[in-house]
């Protein structure tokens, strides 16, 4: 890379979302310029529209991208596609690539990458466990009851601080250029499991119901979940939680050289902050 790399702008695209906002804090702590890429940045950034691209573009030396709302979406490849390329050919040197484990279309994504010209990463991420404090089942759990279509399947979740950390070494060392890292918790727990693991961290009990695909769209739908995302959820489990990615790797040892965090401490920790309280305080 250009010997003036430390001074330009890493692009942090989803830079408000769970890992986004980590990357960002941890860029900043290194005294690293970034560029927050989302729809209330400024400048702003739209994956549906490109002529939001240039301008978070410019100047830029690497990026991290994270793709809303998933790299599954039958769009993808090709915004990913002409986003890379007007990305290279404007001078962005590095890409570091969040990508989902068992998506045979999230990889078509990662090919883009990976034959882009540019130095890559990809971090094939597991569930991340914030999902059930940061998303869409944070209300789930509030209500005591978990309702998802996964059966008891073994997911090995993956702490969104883990992927942050990877992610930020990918941007700023040498040594992760042209590693896809698979990325995993240190063991298998079935939805019901990690369920369990909360209610233990909260102190009451929570349950888990495995439903059909369809039965679950019509919970989300009457969460207020967006129809895209709805649409999006239901298809990767349907093809994601059918055992495919119930097996461990090595990912965060080989990148961070230590240990992947144990969802029983993610749990504890979230719990502390009163993210899954029953009564959450008025915020005016």
Not at 132 to 157: C, H, N, Q, T
Not at 204 to 215: G, L
Not at 227 to 239: C, I, N, P, Q, Y
Not at 260 to 281: I, L
Request: glycine share 10%; with cysteine; net charge negative.
């Amino acid at each position: 890379m250009r010997e003036n790399v430390h001074q330009q702008p890493i692009l942090v695209l989803g830079g408000t979302g769970k890992t986004g906002r980590r990357v960002v804090d941890r860029l900043t702590a290194l005294g690293r310029p970034v560029r927050v890429g989302s729809r209330s940045g400024e400048p702003r950034f739209d994956w549906t529209d490109q002529s939001t691209w240039a301008g978070v573009l410019e100047g830029v030396g690497s990026v991290y991208l994270v793709y809303y709302p998933d790299l599954a979406a039958p769009d993808a490849p090709a915004t990913i596609r002409a986003f890379v390329e007007q990305a290279v050919a404007g001078g962005v040197e590095r890409i570091v690539l969040l990508s989902g484990r068992g998506e045979e279309a999230a990889q078509l994504c990662e090919q883009v990458v990976q034959r882009s010209g540019a130095e890559w990463t990809i971090l094939r991420a597991s569930w991340f466990s914030q999902n059930f404090s940061e998303d869409f089942l944070v209300d789930s759990v509030r209500g005591d009851e978990i309702v998802l279509p996964a059966g008891d399947v073994g997911e090995p979740f993956v702490d969104a601080d883990d992927i942050a950390e990877i992610a930020v070494a990918a941007l700023t060392e040498a040594g992760h250029v042209g590693q896809l890292y698979e990325l995993t918790g240190p063991r298998l727990l079935t939805f019901a499991e990690a369920t369990d693991e909360i209610a233990k961290a909260v102190g009451r009990p929570i349950t888990y119901q495995s439903v059909s695909p369809q039965e679950y769209a019509e919970v989300m739908a009457r969460y207020q979940v967006p129809a895209e995302l709805v649409a999006v959820l239901t298809d990767l489990f349907g093809k994601v939680l059918d055992g495919r990615n119930a097996h461990l790797t090595d990912g965060v040892q080989r990148a961070l050289g230590r240990r992947p965090r144990d969802f029983a401490d993610y749990a504890r920790d979230a719990a502390a902050t009163g993210v899954w309280a029953t009564e959450q305080p008025d915020r005016g």
